[in-house]
């Protein structure tokens, strides 16, 4: 072999070798890597805590209809009917200080005669019938027992033939977020203890809190499972269940 071709066979040598070291040792701390992140060990569980609580504030909306052959007959009628639904409300303990948002409507209402025409062909034509006029209140008090106790009661007034409907009526809680800081304290204490349960049952002990998540608080009827990503605030119960999740992630050791 003569001398420039040995020496480039020997610079190609070098330089496969050098690549092959580079290359080795790249390959080894990906290997390495790999095996310290294999021996990561975690655990990740949900604590859940749930409160029974009473609704502190209630509401319910009532309303009266009635009919007029002029818009003058009419607003007199709807007088009349409103008098005798403040007295209703008033003589159940629905003082006018928790009445609210009074509305009055009136709409015209017609009749549509059909009749065929003399090619026999159907037709149609509305007429003015009456006017209807209607009258709302809105209801609202801390006094739950009293709405809970009374407020089928104003259905009495059918009895007047007075053309009333009356909502189902709602409960609330004033401020929920007073109880959540007491929720995600218990949460958390509940998932702590699982996460110690299950790493000793699995020959570990639990180490340092990781990462934790509160999911949205759910309001919801006694013994119901009910749930939505964005929480659920039920109305139609007086007892309700205020529920919190907590999802943790602890470092296991």
Same mark, same amino acid.
């Given at each position: 072999?003569? =001398?420039?071709?040995?020496?480039? %066979?020997?610079? /190609?040598?070098?330089? %496969?070798?050098?690549?092959?070291?580079?290359?080795?040792?790249?390959?080894? #701390?990906?290997?390495?890597? !790999?095996?310290?992140?294999?021996?990561?060990?975690?655990? @990740?569980? !949900?604590?859940?805590?749930?409160?029974?609580?009473?609704?502190?504030? &209630?509401? /319910?909306?009532?309303?009266?209809?009635?009919?007029?052959?002029?818009?003058? &007959?009419?607003? %007199?009628?709807? %007088?009349?009917?409103?008098?005798?639904?403040?007295?209703?409300?008033?003589?159940?303990?629905?003082?006018?200080?928790?009445?609210?948002?009074?509305?009055?409507?009136?709409?015209?209402?017609?009749?549509?005669?059909? #009749?065929?025409?003399?090619?026999?062909?159907?037709?149609?034509?509305?007429?003015?019938?009456?006017?209807?006029?209607?009258?709302?209140?809105?209801?609202? @008090?801390?006094?739950?027992?009293?709405?809970?106790?009374?407020?089928?009661?104003?259905?009495?007034?059918?009895?007047?033939?007075?053309?009333? #409907?009356?909502?189902?009526?709602?409960?609330?809680?004033?401020?929920?977020?007073?109880? =959540?800081?007491?929720?995600?304290? *218990?949460?958390? $204490? +509940?998932?702590?203890?699982? *996460?110690?349960?299950?790493? +000793?049952?699995?020959?570990?002990?639990?180490?340092?809190?990781?990462?934790?998540?509160?999911?949205?608080?759910?309001?919801? $009827?006694?013994?119901?499972?009910?749930? #939505?990503?964005?929480?659920?605030?039920?109305?139609?119960?007086?007892?309700?269940?205020?529920?919190?999740?907590?999802?943790?992630? /602890?470092?296991? !050791?």
């Amino acid at each position: 072999m003569n =001398k420039p071709v040995a020496v480039a %066979a020997a610079a /190609f040598a070098i330089i %496969a070798l050098t690549a092959g070291v580079v290359i080795s040792s790249f390959m080894l #701390s990906r290997f390495m890597l !790999k095996i310290q992140h294999s021996t990561e060990k975690n655990i @990740t569980v !949900k604590g859940v805590a749930e409160k029974l609580i009473t609704s502190d504030l &209630a509401a /319910f909306t009532c309303s009266v209809t009635v009919k007029g052959n002029t818009r003058e &007959a009419g607003y %007199a009628e709807l %007088a009349r009917a409103k008098a005798i639904l403040w007295a209703k409300l008033d003589s159940l303990g629905f003082v006018a200080a928790m009445r609210e948002d009074e509305t009055i409507s009136c709409d015209t209402r017609y009749r549509t005669i059909k #009749s065929k025409d003399k090619y026999g062909k159907e037709t149609s034509e509305s007429y003015f019938d009456h006017y209807e006029l209607s009258y709302s209140v809105r209801v609202r @008090t801390d006094n739950v027992k009293l709405v809970s106790g009374n407020v089928l009661r104003l259905h009495e007034l059918a009895f007047q033939k007075l053309n009333i #409907s009356v909502s189902a009526p709602q409960y609330f809680i004033n401020n929920p977020e007073q109880y =959540k800081l007491e929720l995600v304290n *218990a949460a958390s $204490a +509940s998932a702590a203890q699982r *996460a110690r349960t299950a790493a +000793s049952h699995s020959g570990s002990t639990l180490g340092p809190l990781m990462e934790a998540r509160q999911g949205v608080i759910q309001i919801t $009827a006694p013994a119901s499972n009910e749930t #939505s990503d964005y929480g659920v605030y039920d109305t139609r119960s007086v007892q309700k269940v205020i529920r919190l999740v907590m999802t943790m992630k /602890f470092a296991l !050791k």
